[in-house]
């Protein structure tokens, strides 16, 4: 069967493949122009389904996600739904706790629901009167000359349709990047880390949050690593990362309790020992990902976006923001070439694509930073150095993090100024060391210090001591 959405007095045509988060966001851009969009996804309506499938790390939404909902009119209501998280909170091995802002005072990042987001997005396309939802619909082929997509219906039935402009949103594992695989000098990679997630579920103590609700409380452990988000039903949502020969060597409940009792003692009381066998056998740890392509079109005919385009692993809390971001520079660029899609989407690859690889590696190394660093002294130090430094110059020195999460910075951009910050503000502290070291040899030496005033304020000082010990 082949139907044409060709229209009178139209203009062109938009197909959105994948009705994800990214996907519905596109859809509501398209329309907003007066595009007629019609947005396609494999799986049914999820805000008609009893069970929602995919995947459910919460997310982290922050200023570029949230520039784009702004954009639809939809901001206020999410942000509405969401918990605001201040800083981490740091959880040792002994108990203790100790936040970490992620920026100055006012600042945050918000826990939300993909979910629930996602039934939002859809339910803010649909508004649009030229946009068509058609659920339940997999592609299975495309063709790039002609824009004659072929879909699978679950009757087993086929449906062809065409469309000017494809977009290609349909996450890590992309149907529609398929085409691009076929094609000549496309650059693709995708890299599996070693470590896979598992999600356990803390519920609530007395109606109550167990902890405090405005943190993402971490358990750093070196070489693996839990976090806990807040829900607004009063859940936190505890996501344990770690190598997954780590996961296979637990197989029976005690040996669960065993390790949790080893690793995170204080989340024991709050989980539960049955809730957390529970939900520890549930499910099998779960793989991550990273897809690195490029371009992200051809011609004018279609356009990767999301995590088909740029599929990143989950620890910055960007893999959301930056697909979002995607619909802001590509509106961006419409604006700037007048809807020309021969110039629209080269002019979108040659911008996007340096930014998606660089908020790709920040996210492998924050995974290391998160579940190590935040140990280490030095990295508390330098912390404290920089937000120092921002706060006396706020237009020299900025923090990796505040450029990633708190503006629009371009990702590639905000890494450069970083590694050149960190090589400034290194040697500042290496020649103030010196200087320090330098200085005190000098005074000394100007002035030496009485050797019998300082045996007699020694032997002052081991008498105080010994008399403390004798109370």
């Given at each position: 069967?082949?139907?044409?959405?060709?229209?009178?007095?139209?203009?062109?045509?938009?197909?959105?493949?994948?009705?994800?988060?990214?996907?519905?966001?596109?859809?509501?851009?398209?329309?907003?122009?007066?595009?007629?969009?019609?947005?396609?996804?494999?799986?049914?309506?999820?805000?008609?389904?009893?069970?929602?499938?995919?995947?459910?790390?919460?997310?982290?939404?922050?200023?570029?996600g949230r520039q784009a909902l702004k954009?639809?009119?939809?901001?206020?209501?999410?942000?509405?739904?969401?918990?605001?998280?201040?800083?981490?909170?740091?959880?040792?091995?002994?108990?203790?706790?100790?936040?970490?802002?992620?920026?100055?005072?006012?600042?945050?990042?918000?826990?939300?629901?993909?979910?629930?987001?996602?039934?939002?997005?859809?339910?803010?396309?649909?508004?649009?009167?030229?946009?068509?939802?058609?659920?339940?619909?997999?592609?299975?082929?495309?063709?790039?000359?002609?824009?004659?997509?072929?879909?699978?219906?679950?009757?087993?039935?086929?449906?062809?349709?065409?469309?000017?402009?494809?977009?290609?949103?349909?996450?890590?594992?992309?149907?529609?990047?398929?085409?691009?695989?076929?094609?000549?000098?496309?650059?693709?990679?995708?890299?599996?880390?070693?470590?896979?997630?598992?999600?356990?579920?803390?519920?609530?103590?007395?109606?109550?949050?167990?902890?405090?609700?405005?943190?993402?409380?971490?358990?750093?452990?070196?070489?693996?690593?839990?976090?806990?988000?807040?829900?607004?039903?009063?859940?936190?949502?505890?996501?344990?990362?770690?190598?997954?020969?780590?996961?296979?060597?637990?197989?029976?409940?005690?040996?669960?309790?065993?390790?949790?009792?080893?690793?995170?003692?204080?989340?024991?009381?709050?989980?539960?020992?049955?809730?957390?066998?529970?939900?520890?056998?549930?499910?099998?740890?779960?793989?991550?990902?990273?897809?690195?392509?490029?371009?992200?079109?051809?011609?004018?005919?279609?356009?990767?976006?999301?995590?088909?385009?740029?599929?990143?692993?989950?620890?910055?809390?960007?893999?959301?923001?930056?697909?979002?971001?995607?619909?802001?520079?590509?509106?961006?660029?419409?604006?700037?070439?007048?809807?020309?899609?021969?110039?629209?989407?080269?002019?979108?690859?040659?911008?996007?694509?340096?930014?998606?690889?660089?908020?790709?590696?920040?996210?492998?190394?924050?995974?290391?930073?998160?579940?190590?660093?935040?140990?280490?002294?030095?990295?508390?130090?330098?912390?404290?150095?920089?937000?120092?430094?921002?706060?006396?110059?706020?237009?020299?020195?900025?923090?990796?993090?505040?450029?990633?999460?708190?503006?629009?910075?371009?990702?590639?951009?905000?890494?450069?100024?970083?590694?050149?910050?960190?090589?400034?503000?290194?040697?500042?502290?290496l020649l103030s060391a010196v200087g320090?070291?330098?200085?005190?040899?000098?005074?000394?030496?100007?002035?030496?210090?009485?050797?019998?005033?300082?045996?007699?304020?020694?032997?002052?000082?081991?008498?105080?001591?010994?008399?403390?010990?004798?109370?």
């Amino acid at each position: 069967m082949e139907r044409s959405t060709s229209r009178q007095s139209r203009k062109k045509v938009v197909a959105v493949v994948g009705g994800g988060l990214v996907g519905a966001l596109n859809a509501c851009f398209f329309a907003k122009r007066g595009f007629d969009v019609e947005l396609f996804e494999s799986r049914e309506d999820i805000r008609r389904a009893k069970i929602v499938k995919g995947r459910s790390i919460n997310l982290a939404l922050s200023h570029r996600g949230r520039q784009a909902l702004k954009h639809i009119g939809l901001e206020e209501k999410i942000v509405a739904q969401g918990i605001p998280m201040h800083a981490r909170m740091i959880h040792s091995l002994n108990g203790k706790q100790s936040p970490i802002p992620y920026g100055r005072k006012g600042q945050y990042i918000l826990s939300v629901d993909r979910a629930n987001l996602n039934k939002e997005l859809l339910t803010a396309a649909e508004t649009y009167p030229n946009t068509k939802m058609n659920f339940d619909h997999k592609l299975q082929d495309w063709n790039a000359e002609t824009g004659l997509m072929t879909f699978a219906r679950l009757d087993g039935s086929k449906e062809q349709v065409k469309a000017d402009l494809i977009v290609g949103c349909d996450g890590a594992f992309s149907a529609v990047r398929k085409q691009f695989l076929r094609r000549s000098r496309f650059d693709y990679s995708q890299t599996y880390i070693p470590h896979g997630y598992m999600e356990l579920t803390m519920l609530p103590i007395n109606g109550e949050f167990a902890m405090k609700p405005n943190y993402l409380h971490i358990w750093p452990r070196n070489t693996f690593m839990m976090i806990a988000l807040p829900n607004l039903d009063k859940t936190f949502t505890c996501t344990l990362f770690m190598p997954f020969e780590d996961f296979e060597k637990i197989t029976t409940g005690d040996e669960v309790i065993e390790f949790f009792q080893k690793y995170f003692p204080d989340t024991i009381p709050l989980i539960g020992a049955d809730t957390l066998q529970r939900d520890y056998f549930r499910l099998p740890a779960q793989a991550m990902v990273s897809v690195k392509c490029n371009p992200y079109h051809i011609g004018d005919a279609c356009v990767l976006m999301g995590d088909a385009a740029h599929a990143v692993v989950p620890f910055y809390g960007q893999g959301m923001n930056a697909g979002f971001e995607d619909c802001i520079v590509f509106d961006e660029i419409m604006d700037q070439f007048n809807e020309d899609f021969s110039a629209v989407l080269p002019e979108y690859t040659r911008v996007r694509v340096p930014d998606d690889h660089a908020i790709a590696d920040l996210a492998m190394y924050n995974y290391i930073e998160m579940r190590a660093h935040v140990n280490s002294k030095w990295f508390l130090f330098r912390k404290y150095v920089d937000n120092i430094l921002y706060f006396f110059m706020p237009k020299t020195i900025i923090p990796l993090y505040t450029m990633v999460t708190f503006t629009r910075t371009r990702y590639h951009e905000a890494v450069k100024r970083w590694h050149w910050q960190n090589k400034v503000i290194n040697r500042g502290l290496l020649l103030s060391a010196v200087g320090a070291v330098l200085g005190s040899s000098y005074l000394l030496i100007k002035n030496p210090p009485d050797i019998n005033k300082l045996i007699v304020s020694a032997e002052k000082m081991w008498d105080r001591l010994v008399a403390l010990r004798t109370l």
